[in-house]
């Protein structure tokens, strides 16, 4: 008897279960005919009292309002997917089929599109009204407020964050400064300020955006810096990634990290070196939706960048112009440290670190409207927001600066030596201050100036048209030491584009490729006169080619070539009384 009894009533549990209440927690079970709904309706319904907007690449998003704090996620993640599984489970105590869930997501989602406005979304940091926002990434979703007049936790965020996967917690600042950062820091003492000068524009949350580019040799402590950095602004659970050469794949990196690291570098094709470029600076991706032949994913996206390797990595001049390039020094072995030991002497410093970080960023804040710089360097802005908080670190005034502007030059010196084209040119340019002709004209002499193993390798340029799109990466880099490349006027019965090559009197301090700057000064048998001025070269080509036009044109060509011959009587004569250089560096 007893164990019918067990059974009727199991029988009447499992059959309660199946019927099911009509409503729960205020959501409908049945439709108006007392019809079980569906499950995705069901889910739908769930997320009825959910606010819902979409951003500028038109992702949908969820705001999930909780006792003590909200959370934002992509409709399309896999958090809120899992949410909102939990949330049909401890409704009806049982599991939506994977179907219903993305029936229903899909229907969320064009909701967000088409009946929610639309607005901003951030990832660890956000610049809004002259405010920084700086998200914990803890499990009560608070974050650093940072403005004019100091900074502060708060325990709602103003901003809509969202999150990643792998996005690990930031420790609750406390009152610090950043001046024992340099005791962690295998950097030479000159580099700490670049260094600092990265992490107050990194977490700025407003681009554009240096790339922090970090060479030395095995055991100089690159990883180890770039873990450190990047776990005072956007710390991860997988700090240091490698380079997968698909950039769709880099794209979805730094779509999901506010900070993107490369490690252990060993060079950059082309296309990552643009893309990289475009990270930094913001930029429109376009990539093919995946299933489809016609839709693109449109992703606008601005990135902090930290690079590192042995070898030399930004050596296109596009991507040295925005580089911040660190040479770390050998650590002798009398002086190498536990690695255990060095990282939890900085997990203690870093509440103090983070302190004195955002004691400087509101700093900025606060000066920047008054601060100015006289000569704007490529990057300014990110030298304006730097040089706005010298007065928190104790920099003297424009030190900063000044250390920024002879990185610039140096990494453009290592970047030509390390582009046998460039240093051809450079070898080329060293006796001469003025040279026009065509990109095959300038190929064809250049291959006089280049190692016969250069010159066959891939990276020689073949064409005329490979010589032109050389020079425009390497400009940036030869206005640097001195040599301006501009286009001039058609010429010959084919209209041919001719190229225009004028050394200015930059190079004459260029020590970093010494055979061939060095000899520029034979220019003048008594060197007192190193290289002219760029009106001056004009005003003494004009003059050379009304009086003896042909003794500079070469026979059977329209490239012309000043050079001593041409002109070194006019050229000591000028020297004389030569005026101040009329050029701007940018």
Known sequence: MRSNAVSIERGAEALDRLIAPSSVAGILLLDGEGKKKSQATILIEICRPL?????????????IDKTDHREVWPIQSRAFRNWLGHQYYKLTEQGARGQAVGDAIATIDAKAQHDSKEREVFLRVAWLADRIYIDLADDRWRVVEIKASGWQI?????????????????PNPVSGSLDNIGDLLNVEPDDVKLVVGWLLMAARGRGPYPVLVIHGEHGSGKSTLTTILRNLIDPSTVPLRGLNKDIRDLLVTATNNHVLVLDNLSGLSPEVSDALCRFAVGGGFAERQLYTNKDEVIVNIQRPVILNGIDEIATRGDLMERSIILHLPVIADTKRTDEGRNLKRYEAMRPGLLGGLYTALSHAIRKLPDTHLSRKPRMADFALWVTAAEGALGWTSGKFLEGYRQNQDEGSEKALEASPFGEALVKFMARRAWWTGTATDLLNELEHYGHERAIKSQSWPKSGKGASNALRRLTPLLRRVGININSAPRAGSDGRRMLEIVKTEKVSSVTSVPSAIQSNQALRPDGALTVLTEQQIREKVSSVHRQSPSTCKKKDSDVTDVTDDCFEKEITQLGKNKPEPDYEEF
């Open 51 to 63: 606010e819902l907007f979409h951003d500028a690449d038109s992702n949908g998003y969820a705001v």
């Open 154 to 170: 708060l325990d709602k965020s103003p901003v809509m964050f969202t999150r990643r996967a792998g996005m690990a917690t930031l």
